[in-house]
T-cell receptor, first 112, second 115 residues
Framework: KQEVTQIPAALSVPEGENLVLNCSFT??????LQWFRQDPGKGLTSLLL???SQREQTSGRLNASLDKSSGRSTLYIAASQPGDSATYLC???????????WGAGTKLIIKP | DTGVSQDPRHKITKRGQNVTFRCDPI?????LYWYRQTLGQGPEFLTY????????KSRLLSDRFSAERPKGSFSTLEIQRTEQGDSAMYLC?????????????FGPGTRLLVL
């Protein structure tokens, strides 16, 4: 059974710092891995999607890597801003219908 | 607005009552997913539809839960005889089929509180 873990559960850093969020999964047979952002009272916004054959994806200040063999993904946020404050969730697609198994998220606070 | 919409956004009910939630997907998306998210946890898959066909149901979806998508457009999720443990955020997402199903677009969710 696939299990997804995110560490740390919460993180508070000063504005401008570069930071790394971690996601680990127990079964390397995944179809894809996605990073989402969730703001209070709002739905989930997809940030980056990495297909199983890919190693990383980049969008602006965000970079996500995937190492299937070790069951790990990282989300790197460069030059953090207060607007980056949110909960970041990692989800793995486990079948051809891309059913998602989710981590519990990392709550990120960027202090001005 | 061409995003996924959900109604209502918030629902407070008493234990034992029935509740129904609605999800309107992005118009050209024929896949529709329901998830449940409790406080401090990630979403858990409940069920998904391709057009009007319900193709998969999680074991989390007890017999008190029923989901429909009668015309392959909007979907409803009904919970009968609600219990306090049903209190959660219910999220809906939609996607295109095939490889494009990798990208699921989420609605704002319906927050349910059962007293």
């Amino acid at each position: 059974k696939q299990e997804v873990t995110q560490i740390p559960a919460a993180l508070s850093v000063p504005e401008g710092e570069n930071l790394v969020l971690n996601c680990s999964f127990t079964d390397s047979a995944i179809y894809n891995l996605q990073w989402f952002r969730q703001d209070p009272g709002k739905g989930l916004t997809s940030l980056l999607l990495i297909q199983s054959s890919q190693r990383e994806q980049t969008s602006g200040r965000l970079n996500a890597s995937l190492d299937k063999s070790s069951g790990r993904s990282t989300l790197y946020i460069a030059a953090s801003q207060p607007g980056d404050s949110a909960t970041y969730l990692c989800a793995v697609g486990i079948d051809s219908n891309y059913q998602l198994i989710w981590g519990a998220g990392t709550k990120l606070i960027i202090k001005p | 607005d061409t995003g996924v919409s959900q109604d209502p956004r918030h629902k407070i009910t008493k234990r034992g009552q029935n509740v129904t939630f609605r999800c309107d997907p992005i118009s050209e998306h024929n896949r529709l997913y329901w998830y449940r998210q409790t406080l401090g946890q990630g979403p858990e898959f409940l069920t998904y539809f391709q057009n009007e066909a319900q193709l998969e149901k999680s074991r989390l979806l007890s017999d008190r839960f029923s989901a429909e998508r009668p015309k392959g457009s909007f979907s409803t999720l009904e919970i009968q005889r609600t219990e306090q443990g049903d209190s959660a955020m219910y999220l809906c997402a939609s996607s295109l089929p095939g490889l494009a199903a990798m990208a699921q677009y989420f609605g704002p969710g319906t927050r349910l509180l059962v007293l």
